[in-house]
């Protein structure tokens, strides 16, 4: 069983930076590849970026490439997502999510457990 905790969301201006942080809980935490997700109203859930569990890979949605980084710190059970050059359009509740196993997916389907989600309003 795995908790996972987002905090760091908030309202920011377009251009302007947040990071979200992701506070696991559970055994083998590093054995997970984390990912984030993001829902904005009335849309699906879609990918954001994920990393592998010692932190050496990492994926990124097309429309986050170049603004958003994911990172991980295996000892604190934590996994974070930089955001940089934040756009109107990346206002959306963001997930933090895990999934066992070593073959990496973007399918929200494919992720066991998450979070309850925290807001990103960017306001342009």
């Known amino acids: 069983q795995v908790q996972l905790v987002e905090s760091g969301g908030g309202l920011v201006q377009a251009g302007g930076s947040l990071r979200l942080s992701c506070a696991g809980s559970g055994r083998s935490f590093s054995s997970y590849i984390m990912a984030w997700f993001r829902q904005a109203p009335g849309k699906e859930r879609e990918f954001v970026a994920a990393?592998?569990?010692?932190?050496?890979?990492?994926y990124y949605a097309e429309s986050v490439k170049g603004r958003f980084t994911i990172s991980r710190d295996n000892a604190k059970n934590a996994v974070y997502l930089q955001m940089n050059s934040l756009r109107s359009e990346d206002t959306a509740v963001y997930y933090c999510a895990s999934k066992g196993g070593s073959l990496y997916y973007s399918s929200k389907n494919a992720y066991d457990y998450w979070g309850q989600g925290t807001q990103v309003t960017v306001s342009s």
């Open positions: 990393i592998r569990g010692s932190g050496g890979t990492t």
